[in-house]
């Protein structure tokens, strides 16, 4: 079952890329073993063409993979510029855990139940 759940994860879209492991690595998505067994338009085309047009189309889809591929460069960035916004967005709020004093400051005195009254270092309060 290894076999197949590998199949499966190389031929899930990625979220981060746009793509699937397999399109970056051959250029082209893959054929899963049930579409080989009922024979879909592509796999018709591909067995009626002679040797010379096979090798053009063969080309033809390596000179596609570059393109292919700056497709994902592209949408990786993108991703990663959204991830970089949620994740400054998340540090922006602070609420009332924000720092509201500028500066050092000196602990003067803890009160009971942990509260502590906090002095500037110039001694104001």
């Known amino acids: ?22 399109l970056l690595v051959y250029g082209t998505e893959a054929v899963k073993p049930a579409k080989v067994e009922i024979s879909s338009l592509r ?3 591909e067995d009626e ?6 090798v053009s189309k063969g080309i033809d889809q390596l000179t596609l993979i570059h393109e292919k591929k700056m497709v994902v ?7 990663r510029q959204r991830m970089i916004r949620a994740f ?3 540090d922006e709020y602070k609420g009332k855990f924000a720092p509201n004093r500028q500066g050092s400051i000196m602990v003067c005195k803890v009160l ?14």
């Open 1 to 22: 079952m290894l076999t197949y759940a590998l199949l499966d994860y190389r031929t899930t879209v990625r979220t981060s890329i746009g793509a699937t492991p397999y």
């Open 43 to 45: 796999n018709i085309q």
């Open 49 to 54: 063409l002679s040797n010379a047009e096979w």
């Open 73 to 79: 460069v592209y949408h990786g960035q993108l991703y």
């Open 88 to 90: 400054h967005k998340r």
């Open 112 to 125: 009971s139940g942990g509260a502590s009254v906090l002095l500037d270092m110039d001694g104001t309060a």
